[in-house]
Structure formats: structure tokens, C-alpha cells
């Protein structure tokens, strides 16, 4: 996080300290798990309706990342959840461009299900 944060000046904090005070609480994400089978789905498969891509793509079959791409596997749900949401919400993340552009169209229920999923896959 101090990596990230450190290149914040106060007006970015104080930006994004507004708008997350603004917004409303979602409970759906944050606190119901979501399905593991759908979060597999997402994770294996994306969603095609909506062409995102599967993120096994990039973050490898077992979620273990690579040089290239950072591993989810074992990851906690709500620190994935927020990533996801930096990514779709905000351009706190120079490096995440790509990631911008496949968290757009995730919905709460696809970002439940799959952090859960990758919450539940060896961390080795
Ligand atoms: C085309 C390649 C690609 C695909 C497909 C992809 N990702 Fe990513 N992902 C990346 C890259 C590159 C980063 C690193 C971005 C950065 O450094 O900020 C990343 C970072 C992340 C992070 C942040 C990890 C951390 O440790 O902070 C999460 C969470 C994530 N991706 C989830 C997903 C999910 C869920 C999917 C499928 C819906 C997905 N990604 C599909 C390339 C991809």
C-alpha cells in the first residue's frame, strides 16, 4: 500500500477521501461471499457476454501470476475486492490499464464470486 500511496500528493488523498466518503456502503460486495462456482467460472472463462476475458489469461490456470502479472491465488477476498474496485473506479493504479479496462463491466455479484474463488486456491 506505502508503494501506491506514496505517490499521492494530499489533493489525490483528499480526492479520493471524498469520494469514498460519498459513497455507499455495499454490503453485497464486502460481506457476502460469493458463489465459488461462479467465481470459477469468471476466473476460467471471463464473461463472455460482455467480452471479458478469462483472467487465468493472464494471471495463470492456478491464479500464481508470473514476472508479468501479479499472483491472486490465496489473496484476501476484501483486499481483491478493493483492487478491483480501485481499477474500476479511480485511476489510482498507473499500472493498470488493462485492469481498467476488465473491471469496467465486472458487477458486484462477478466481483463476490470471484475474489471468493481466489481467496480459496493455495497461496503456494
Ligand atoms: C490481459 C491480462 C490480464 C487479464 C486477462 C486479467 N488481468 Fe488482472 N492484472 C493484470 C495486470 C497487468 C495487473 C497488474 C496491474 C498493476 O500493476 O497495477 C493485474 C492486477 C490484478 C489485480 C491486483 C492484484 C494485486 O496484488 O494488487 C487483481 C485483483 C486482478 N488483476 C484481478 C483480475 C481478475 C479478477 C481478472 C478476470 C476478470 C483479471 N485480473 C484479468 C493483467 C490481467
Known amino acids: 500500500m506505502w508503494g501506491l500511496s506514496r505517490h499521492l500528493t494530499d489533493e489525490q488523498i483528499e480526492g479520493l477521501a471524498t469520494y469514498y466518503a460519498q459513497q455507499q456502503p455495499s454490503p453485497n460486495v464486502l460481506a457476502a461471499p ?5 467465481g470459477r467460472s469468471v476466473f476460467e472463462s471471463g464473461v463472455p457476454d460482455k467480452n ?6 493472464c494471471h495463470g490456470a492456478l491464479g500464481k501470476g508470473n514476472e508479468q502479472f501479479p499472483r491472486l491465488a490465496g489473496q484476501h477476498a ?3 475486492v478493493k483492487q478491483l474496485l480501485v481499477f474500476q473506479r479511480t485511476d489510482e493504479r498507473p499500472e493498470g490499464a488493462i485492469m481498467k479496462v476488465i473491471a469496467h463491466d465486472l458487477t458486484q455479484a462477478n466481483i463476490a464470486a470471484v ?10
Open 78 to 80: 476484501d483486499y481483491l
Open 115 to 124: 475474489t471468493s474463488y481466489l481467496q480459496g486456491l493455495p497461496d503456494n
Open 52 to 57: 471479458i476475458p478469462a483472467c487465468a489469461t
Open 34 to 38: 460469493g458463489s465459488i462456482a461462479d
